[in-house]
């Protein structure tokens, strides 16, 4: 089912229509920024230096303290830009073993990912109102656990870590997609017109999913060519 901007019009009502434009909007341009910095790292290997892997937690803790009102959502902005630029450096040399690999991989990760959000966040829009913010206890729950497998792998080689946190992961955050769209239309009814943090939601559960497609597209490169290689021994 394809919203159309009639459907989108009649759906919401104006606040929460220019509500969603403005979260969409900015989501965009983090996207735009984390790929300059993904640049920048590609120019210079600003990715292999401690700049980004100190400014992203700096960046990030501005982000979630800094005074949220209408006063200051225009310097959050320039933070938010800020960190998804930083996020973009840290992100380089992952992204440059994966040009190196196939550059084909970096690409289908990025439709693959813009095919996944846009799919399940219209889901999300054109369903009923609240109909996945049951979603939010199982995906909170889920996340839980790939935390605590995370902790456990610095302690115990886990063989089934890296499936959990990759399938597992995916999955949890396509949910994410779900549920945050509709948390945000929620908030936009009841008056909140918090920007910025909305699209942070967003911007991260975009993050999450690319990396995961894109480390199963080179994990399942290099399975088919180990198997290439080993047809010709």
Same mark, same amino acid.
């Given at each position: 089912?394809?919203?159309?901007?009639?459907?989108?019009?009649? #759906?919401?009502?104006? =606040?929460?229509? %220019? !509500?969603?434009?403005?979260?969409?909007?900015?989501?965009?341009?983090?996207?735009?920024?984390? %790929?300059?910095?993904?640049?920048? !790292?590609?120019?210079?290997?600003?990715?292999? %230096?401690?700049?980004?892997?100190?400014?992203?937690?700096?960046?990030?803790? /501005?982000?979630?303290?800094?005074?949220?009102?209408?006063? +200051? @959502?225009?310097?959050?902005?320039?933070?938010?830009?800020?960190?998804?630029?930083? &996020?973009?450096?840290?992100?380089?040399?992952? &992204?440059?073993? $994966?040009?190196?690999?196939?550059?084909? &991989?970096?690409? +289908?990760?990025? =439709?693959?990912? $813009?095919?996944?959000?846009?799919?399940?966040?219209?889901? $999300?829009?054109?369903?009923?109102?609240?109909?996945?913010?049951?979603?939010?206890?199982?995906?909170?729950?889920?996340?839980?656990?790939?935390?605590?497998?995370?902790?456990?792998?610095?302690?115990?080689? /886990?063989?089934? @870590?890296?499936?959990?946190?990759?399938?597992?992961?995916?999955?949890?955050?396509?949910?994410?997609?779900?549920?945050? +769209?509709?948390?945000?239309?929620? *908030?936009?009814? !009841?008056? %909140? =017109?918090?920007?910025? +943090?909305?699209?942070?939601?967003?911007?991260?559960?975009?993050?999450?999913?690319?990396?995961?497609?894109? &480390?199963?597209?080179? #994990?399942?490169?290099? *399975?088919?060519?180990?198997? @290439?290689?080993? *047809? !010709?021994?």
């Amino acid at each position: 089912m394809v919203l159309t901007s009639q459907s989108f019009s009649s #759906k919401f009502p104006p =606040s929460v229509r %220019s !509500h969603l434009t403005q979260v969409y909007w900015t989501l965009l341009v983090s996207i735009l920024f984390m %790929s300059v910095g993904l640049s920048m !790292h590609l120019y210079f290997s600003i990715g292999y %230096s401690t700049v980004p892997q100190l400014l992203v937690p700096l960046l990030t803790l /501005l982000n979630v303290f800094y005074p949220r009102n209408p006063q +200051t @959502e225009k310097t959050r902005k320039y933070l938010l830009y800020s960190l998804c630029t930083a &996020i973009g450096c840290e992100m380089g040399p992952l &992204i440059e073993v $994966a040009l190196e690999t196939d550059p084909s &991989i970096f690409l +289908t990760a990025v =439709s693959g990912t $813009a095919v996944v959000f846009l799919c399940f966040s219209g889901a $999300a829009i054109v369903a009923e109102r609240k109909s996945y913010l049951f979603l939010g206890g199982f995906l909170s729950s889920s996340l839980s656990v790939l935390v605590w497998f995370s902790l456990l792998s610095f302690l115990v080689s /886990l063989k089934v @870590e890296q499936f959990v946190q990759l399938y597992v992961g995916l999955f949890v955050f396509t949910g994410y997609v779900l549920y945050d +769209t509709q948390l945000i239309i929620e *908030k936009a009814y !009841h008056g %909140s =017109s918090d920007v910025v +943090t909305d699209a942070v939601m967003l911007f991260f559960d975009v993050l999450a999913i690319f990396v995961r497609i894109l &480390i199963i597209l080179m #994990k399942n490169f290099q *399975k088919n060519e180990e198997k @290439e290689r080993r *047809k !010709h021994e």
